[in-house]
């Protein structure tokens, strides 16, 4: 399993940044996927999430802001952040929203991307 986030950084307040994410063909193909992010003492969240077929889901506190978008030839899944807060700062994390395909493929999570917003 292959899961590979990457683009965070360090961006003050109202920037953007643009989060990539590779991932195996057995995890990708077919599956929704999805982005993640935990915060410091907080439990990993479900921040947006796209099908296969290209409808996307956002949590109410980043819709208008965020952007998930796939390329399914590439296997790859993105996430671009517009207007970011403080309280976005967090590792993100890219990952099917498909608990039963998480489960049969070891749970495995990948190290995630650091996101830091300075106020």
């Known amino acids: 399993v292959q899961l590979q986030a990457s683009g965070g950084g360090l961006v003050q307040a109202g920037g953007s940044l643009r989060l990539s994410c590779a991932a195996s063909?057995?995890?990708?193909?077919?599956?929704?996927m999805g982005w993640y992010r935990q915060a410091p003492g907080k439990q990993r969240e479900l921040v947006a999430s796209?099908?296969?077929?290209?409808?996307?889901y956002y949590t109410d506190s980043v819709k208008g802001r965020f952007t998930i978008s796939r390329d399914n030839a590439k296997n790859t899944v993105s996430l671009e952040m517009k207007s970011l807060k403080p309280e976005d700062t967090a590792v993100y994390f890219c990952?099917?929203?498909?608990?039963?395909?998480?489960?049969?493929?070891?749970?495995?999570w990948g190290q995630g991307t650091l996101v830091t917003v300075s106020s």
């Open positions: 063909g057995n995890i990708f193909k077919g599956n929704a």
């Open positions: 796209i099908t296969s077929g290209g409808s996307s």
């Open positions: 990952n099917t929203p498909h608990t039963y395909v998480r489960q049969s493929l070891g749970d495995y």
